[in-house]
């Protein structure tokens, strides 16, 4: 009788398995699996060794990682794992990059609108990112959080902006004063490294000829703009500036630099 | 029962001796052996750190079966080196749990280390590195694969890491029009 001794499964010792599970068994690979052939090649090591490999990606240029998820799927789907931008984040230390940034000058011609700051963004490229698509017809009101709020500058009825504008105010349209904020609607204490694409709200701001301010804010939950408040009255109008997120309220900057507009309970608005 | 006894006082004498010891003998899945110091190794691998403390260290060579000469060669070359290194105060903190914890950019002498790596090399080196659960060697190795892709489209980077590509010509292109932002200087 032919006896096959085989070479694999390998039992480790007991306190080695102990370790693996103690200390790194997240990351490492069964040792009672059949060792794999030499990793000779990216495409066959372990997909939480690639992650490994792609968090280390430097974060100065953000499209080297859109890049890397075209090199094949398992890379890909690392990338897009939910957990992998907060691990990314945590890594590099980094608050969101700046990408560019945004303007509302209109007065020298049409130039775009997002000024981007990276080097594969190319100030001359024929289009920015798609979300800002046709951005020489609005202005940008307010950016936070990944998102940017914007309002079509010629009214169009199909802008929910135009639509909760007129719904706080019935006031003619060339004289009113309105600002906006965006912000994540998540719960308290989220760190915001991840939330772009969840929950949101936006608050509204309109004032009328008597300085009489209302708000009212959208909630992407109900994809439904709230009951307008009550009017609180204000000696000065906000300014252009956008808004001041801190202490869990909202800060509108007042003309003039004479005061500040602070705007509360901003999780029971909804 | 006499004999017994004294091999289990000259099993006694070993073990006390191999703790004297300032080195461990590491053994590679194709049964060469290393030395290491004793040090190096339980500061930056968690799993021989376990081993030390936990006595199942192998005076004629601790079995490493998932990793071969060529790599655990780097392994020991990489801790003996540290050893020698002052390592900086950034280096000692002792986080076992993997990259919940920033970078810390690459030392000089580890960037060397590193980069006179052959492909096959350095793959192999980061298997290892995880299988040790070496958190510094495995940070090291992985930000000298991701600098290798540094301004590379993906055909690029395919070809540089022999990546065969799963996509089809359709997904693709839709994923390039949703993203083009990314490929202006392709």
Known sequence: MQQNTPKYPYTPPVA???LVHCFVSPRLADPTRPQQSKASSMELM?????????????????????????VCKPWRRVLSDHGFL?????????????????HNLYSRGPIPRFVPTTTTTSPFAAAPPPPLGGCERWRALDC??????????????????????????????????????????????????GCHGGPFMVVYMVADEHHAVRVSVYSFETDAWGPPSAAVHVDRLFDGRSSLLA???????????????????LKGMT | MEVDKGKGE??????????????????????KLFEVSKEAAARLSTVLAGMIAGGSIDDNGT???????????????????????????????SSISFNTAPFKEPEEWERKFVDRLSHDALFDLVEAANFLGMERLLD???????????????????????????????????IRQELAWAFYDD
């Open chain 1, 16 to 18: 080695i398995v102990s």
């Open chain 1, 46 to 70: 372990e997909e939480e060794l690639i992650e490994e490999v792609l968090i280390c990606v430097p974060p100065d240029e953000p499209a080297y990682l859109v890049r890397a998820a075209l």
């Open chain 1, 86 to 102: 907060r691990r990314y984040r945590v890594f590099h230390r980094m608050t969101p990059p700046l990408l560019g940034y945004l």
């Open chain 1, 144 to 193: 936070r959080q990944g998102r940017v709020l914007a309002r079509a500058l010629f009214d169009p009825d199909d802008d929910p902006l135009v639509r909760c504008l007129a719904m706080l105010t019935t006031y003619p349209r060339t004289e009113r004063r309105f600002t906006g904020a965006v912000l994540c609607a998540a719960v308290d204490g989220w760190d915001h490294l």
């Open chain 1, 247 to 265: 202490g869990g309220a909202l800060h509108f900057a007042l003309y003039g630099g004479e005061g500040i507009l602070k705007l509360m309970e």
């Open chain 2, 10 to 31: 000259a099993e006694e004498t070993r073990k006390v001796a191999e703790a004297d010891r300032d080195t461990v003998t590491l053994k590679s899945s194709d049964g």
């Open chain 2, 63 to 93: 079995d490493l079966k998932q990793i071969g000469s060529e790599a655990l060669e780097n392994v020991v070359d990489y801790c003996n080196k540290h050893a020698n290194s002052i390592p900086s105060a950034a280096l000692i903190s």
């Open chain 2, 140 to 174: 090291v190795t992985c930000h000298k694969i991701s600098e290798m892709m540094k301004g590379k489209s993906p055909d690029q980077i395919r070809e540089v890491f022999n990546i065969k590509n799963d996509y089809t010509k359709e997904e693709l292109e839709e």
